[in-house]
C-alpha cells in the first residue's frame, strides 16, 4: 500500500521547513487562494496569518511541536502541539492545503495530534482557540468531541503579525476535549 492510499505521514518539523509552512498556513486562511478550501478567514481578516519569524520561535519553543503531514513527499497539514504543563495540550496553527479541504486529511491529523497528546505528552485533554465567527469551524471541532469551554480571548487588534482585521469584533473561544476517554 502506498503512503497516500494508507494516509499521510507525519514528522515534526524543524528550521529547514519554516518556508514550506510559511506558504502553508497562509494558503489554509489567507487571501483567494484560501477561498478554495472551506476553512479560509480572509472575510475576517487580511494580510498574513504567519511569518518566517512566528515559524522559527514557534519551532523553538520548548514543550512545543510542529507536526507536519506529507503525501507523496508533499507537505500538505500541520499543525502546533504545546504541553501546557497542566495536563492539558494546546492545538494551533492547524492548516490543511485548501485543494486537500474535506477529505478527511484535517480529520486524520487532528487525530494524530490527539495521540501524541495523550501519548506522548501523557495529556488528558486537548484545547485550542477559534475565532467565535468561525461557527462552520467550530461546529466542525464540535463533532470531534471539542466543547466551548466559555473561555475567551481578544484578538490582538493592532498587531499586524496576526493578520488585517476586517471586522471590529473578532474574538477567540476556547474549545476543550478530554483525551483517553
Do not use: H
Not at 506558504?23 to 487562494?33: H, P
Not at 479560509?40 to 522559527?56: C, N, P
Not at 484535517?106 to 485533554?125: I, K, N, P
Amino acid at each position: 500500500m502506498t503512503a497516500e492510499a494508507s494516509g499521510p505521514v507525519f514528522r515534526d518539523a524543524d528550521e529547514g521547513d519554516v518556508a514550506v509552512l510559511v506558504e502553508l498556513v497562509n494558503s489554509a486562511y489567507r487571501g483567494d487562494v484560501s477561498r478554495r478550501g472551506w476553512t479560509t478567514e480572509a472575510d475576517l481578516l487580511g494580510g498574513q496569518r504567519v511569518d518566517a519569524g512566528k515559524i522559527a520561535d514557534l519551532l523553538a519553543r520548548p514543550k512545543t511541536r510542529v507536526l507536519l503531514a506529507e503525501q507523496g513527499g508533499r507537505p500538505v497539514a500541520c499543525c502546533e502541539l504545546t504541553d501546557g504543563g497542566d495536563g492539558s495540550a494546546y492545538f494551533g496553527m492547524f492548516a490543511v492545503r485548501p485543494e486537500a479541504q474535506g477529505g478527511g486529511l484535517g480529520r486524520r491529523v487532528l487525530a494524530e495530534a490527539e495521540r501524541a497528546a495523550a501519548e506522548e505528552l501523557g495529556s488528558t485533554a486537548m484545547r485550542m482557540r477559534v475565532l467565535r465567527q468561525r461557527a462552520d469551524l467550530i461546529a466542525w471541532y464540535g463533532r470531534r468531541g471539542y466543547r466551548r469551554t466559555g473561555g475567551t480571548v481578544p484578538f490582538p487588534y493592532g498587531d499586524k503579525r496576526f493578520g488585517l482585521p476586517k471586522r471590529d469584533d473578532l474574538v477567540f473561544e476556547e474549545l476543550a476535549k478530554p483525551l483517553g476517554t
